[in-house]
């Protein structure tokens, strides 16, 4: 059974600072891992996808890497902003479709 | 990109009754899912939503708690029914495939509180 582990639960950094939010799965049969962003009491946004057989995806200040065969991923955030406050879910994409959750990474920038 | 939309948005429940949400996508997706998020924790898939049959259940949900519909490509409802307190969640619906490829898309969740 695929578990998904993020380290750390929580992290407060100052404005401006670059981050690494980690994630690490059991079973490196993947099809794909997504990487979420969720605000309090609101629903998920999808932030960046990659699939299996890539290593990396960029969007804008994101930056995620994938390494399957050691079952990791990181998230890269380049320049943190008070607006990105907010719990970060990374999920893997195993057979049968489901998407398999982290506990999250709640970050927290301070101005 | 598609997008998702749920109703309601939040409600507030007694002990014993039934919710309906739905689920509506503005374009056709292969996969429709439930999932929910208990307060403070992360999200646990209830089921996939398949279209004209029977949801496909993960272990510790029954249909007879949580039964689902998907008559269409694009429309799904989760309802809960008999509540509990227990049953205060997010109940989150989200859709695979159509325009979003192997992307997973959420929508905006359902606050349920059940007194």
């Known amino acids: 059974k695929q578990e998904v582990t993020q380290i750390p639960a929580a992290l407060s950094v100052p404005e401006g600072e670059n981050l690494v939010l980690n994630c690490s799965f059991t079973?490196?049969?993947?099809?794909?891992l997504q990487w979420f962003r969720q605000d309090p009491g609101k629903g998920l946004t999808s932030l960046l996808l990659?699939?299996?057989?890539?290593r990396e995806q960029t969007s804008g200040r994101l930056n995620a890497s994938l390494d399957k065969s050691s079952g990791r991923s990181t998230l890269y955030i380049a320049a943190s902003q008070p607006g990105d406050s907010a719990t970060y879910l990374c999920?893997?994409?195993?057979?049968?479709?489901?998407?398999?959750f982290g506990g999250g990474t709640r970050l927290m920038v301070k101005p | 990109s598609a997008v998702i939309s749920q109703k309601p948005s939040r409600d507030i429940c007694q002990r014993g009754t039934s919710l309906t949400i739905q689920c509506q996508v503005d374009?056709?997706?292969?996969?429709m899912f439930w999932y929910r998020q208990q307060p403070g924790q992360s999200l646990t898939l209830i089921a996939t939503?398949?279209?004209?049959?029977?949801?496909?259940?993960e272990s510790g949900f029954v249909i007879d708690k949580f039964p689902i519909s998907r008559p269409n490509l694009t429309f799904s409802t989760l309802t809960v029914s008999n509540m509990s307190p227990e049953d205060s969640s997010i109940y989150l619906c989200?859709?695979?495939?159509?325009?979003?490829?192997?992307?997973?898309?959420f929508g905006p969740g359902t606050r349920l509180t059940v007194l």
């Open positions: 999920a893997v994409h195993n057979a049968g479709n489901m998407l398999t």
């Open positions: 079973d490196s049969a993947i099809y794909n």
């Open positions: 990659i699939q299996s057989s890539q």
């Open positions: 939503a398949n279209q004209g049959s029977e949801a496909t259940y």
């Open positions: 374009s056709q997706v292969t996969m």
């Open positions: 989200s859709g695979q495939g159509g325009n979003r490829g192997n992307e997973q898309f």
